[in-house]
């Protein structure tokens, strides 16, 4: 999957009033912030513990963790994460938690990457760690991986707004970005990473010649559609620079190092490592047994199983890209997390100010590409957020980042229409489930896909198994949110913008609202907007408890 849209969208229409979210966000941030950030990856379970200055805005890491876990050992014959793979990775879980705990950090941010996403037990997984651990882990994507990386290495280096390209070589996927330091060009996840490679292809000790061959031909074969997209994103005779991250691009780097210096670089940040240098390295290695790799200055038992893996990918990189040399970038996965998160609570404008809006542009893209009536969306949008923001306190307690959801939800309930007219509300859910939503994490996509699924027909039923398979939290907010995306639909019926807008007014002891709405022309009395909503308002009955009212404003 890529994702190398370019195309700047019309703001206008974007969420109305979505800058408060960010605002109240940030209002309730007063002072310094500890933060942890933790990337559960297919190979190791990485922690950066920081501490956020939002006056200035900056983050300074004050601990870093690791623990080699190897989740991507799935049990043999099978996609399913092992019992002694699970087991490590909560323990390593929990020691990131003391850590965490023990510099009181206000907030912990937990994703998963590649081996949870792919293991038919990965949810068990999610669950298990909730359970022992108390962390929510937030799945994403490939794509969303790419960009949180991308995110990281504009906090650790500057790009001076020349194209770059960015390598991440993972356990599980290698991520391939293209960017200047303001909007990314391009994002590619591949499904090939150094313990995927070691664990399918690797079965010789030392590798023979004919197993290293066979590995360098899957990996260019893998890598080369995705480089090839990402060259269409260059503009003719521009030069590229390439940035690596990533735990076997450091390796290797501090291998070659030691040959030519001597010593490890400190820091690693910055250093650059040659093609010539890589290919002198690799052709090392690969004549080693494991025993003789084991051996080698700063190497672990678990990188010295898979760095020969990880070396070829970025060889094959690095030749397919045309590049003689790469720069080591130690800031990534771990950083960008944090990184979102200070976009999140709005800390970050200035030249970081292109990525505040990247939920709203993945989402505006996708009402594009689905052929969205967008004036529709946009008015179902404003009404559903003003029933929010009006029953607020009164119905409910959601808060900026459910209101976010149900826009989202509301913009793309139709986008169903894209597959056929018929039953569009069920396309609708496997269009946004599948769709790739940047900077979003999976479990607010499958929210954002289930509300947009019930704007019509029947009610949320713990019979639909994507419903089913929520949490009871997530499933109240979508039971609520749907409702009021309901009547929100039905109050533009005609698709005319009928009616110019509405108050609410909640009688607590009668337990009544009533909606009072406003119409654009005063000799239209919107009866069919007022049978559509009425119609409509069942379920937003039956989620509050309470009687709706739809009349117009005297």
């Avoid at 994702?3 to 229409?13: E, G, K, N, R, Y």
């Avoid at 109305?16 to 966000?25: F, G, K, Q």
């Avoid at 130690?330 to 960008?336: D, K």
């Avoid at 698709?495 to 000799?523: E, S």
Wanted: hydrophobic share 40%.
């Amino acid at each position: 999957m890529v994702d190398s849209a370019t195309a700047s969208l019309d703001p206008t229409v974007y969420a109305p009033s979505l800058s408060e979210t960010s605002i109240e966000l940030r209002q309730s941030l007063q002072g310094d912030r500890i933060l942890a950030a933790i990337d559960v990856g297919t190979n190791s379970v990485h922690m950066v513990v920081v501490k956020i200055q939002p006056q200035l805005p900056a983050f300074t890491i004050i601990e870093r963790e690791k623990d080699t876990v190897r989740l991507g050992n799935f049990r043999p014959g099978t996609n399913c994460l092992s019992d002694e793979a699970m087991e490590r990775g909560i323990a390593a879980l929990k020691r990131c938690k003391q850590i965490a705990d023990s510099h009181q950090a206000d907030d912990i941010v937990t994703v998963a990457t590649s081996a949870t996403r792919e293991a038919e037990n990965g949810q068990l997984f999610i669950d298990r760690v909730k359970d022992e651990v108390g962390l929510d882990i937030n799945l994403i994507s490939g794509l969303e991986e790419a960009r949180r990386i991308y995110l990281g290495v504009l906090s650790g280096m500057e790009l001076h707004g020349e194209p770059h390209v960015i390598i991440d070589i993972g356990g599980g996927s290698t991520e391939i970005i293209l960017g200047t330091g303001e909007r990314h060009r391009f994002l590619s996840s591949t499904k090939v990473g150094a313990v995927r490679l070691n664990a399918q292809m690797v079965t010789t000790n030392p590798i023979s010649t004919e197993e290293y061959l066979q590995l360098r031909a899957y990996v260019r074969g893998r890598l080369e559609p995705n480089i090839d997209e990402l060259k269409t994103n260059l503009a003719k005779d521009e030069s590229i620079s390439l940035v690596g991250t990533s735990g076997s691009i450091e390796s290797l780097a501090i291998l070659t190092a030691i040959e030519k210096l001597g010593k490890v670089p400190d820091p690693i940040n910055g250093y650059t490592l040659t093609l010539d240098e890589l290919e002198s390295c690799i052709d090392k290695l690969r004549r080693m047994s494991f025993s003789e790799r084991l051996k080698l200055p700063d190497i672990s038992a678990r990188r010295a199983e898979i760095i020969v893996p990880g070396a070829v990918i970025l060889l094959e990189a690095m030749r397919m890209l045309g590049m003689d040399r790469i720069v080591i970038c130690e800031h990534a996965l771990r950083e960008g997390l944090v990184v979102d998160w200070m976009l999140t609570y709005g800390l970050i404008e200035d030249r970081m100010q292109y990525q505040q809006s990247v939920r709203e542009r993945s989402v505006m893209k996708a009402v594009h590409k689905y052929g969205v009536d967008v004036t529709h969306s946009k008015l179902a949008a404003t009404f559903a957020l003003d029933l929010f923001d009006q029953t607020r306190g009164h119905l409910h307690g959601w808060g900026p980042m459910e209101r976010e959801i149900l826009w989202a939800a509301a913009m793309l309930h139709n986008c169903g229409h894209f597959v056929s007219h018929g039953a569009h509300h069920k396309h609708s859910y496997y269009l946004i489930r599948n769709g790739e939503l940047l900077g979003f994490t999976s479990a607010e996509i499958e929210l954002i896909a289930n509300i947009a699924r019930y704007h019509r027909k029947s009610a949320p039923k713990l019979k639909h198994l994507p419903y089913k398979a929520l949490t009871k939290e997530n499933r109240k907010i979508v039971s609520q949110l749907s409702a009021m995306l309901r009547v929100a639909v039905g109050l533009d019926r005609r698709r005319l913008g009928a009616i110019a807008g509405f108050q609410t007014a909640y009688d607590a002891k009668a337990r009544q609202v009533t909606l009072k709405f406003t119409p654009v022309r005063t000799d239209d009395s919107c009866e069919l907007e007022v049978w559509s909503a009425n119609s409509k308002k069942a379920c937003f009955e039956a989620e509050f408890d309470v009687t709706l009212l739809v009349q117009p404003a005297m």
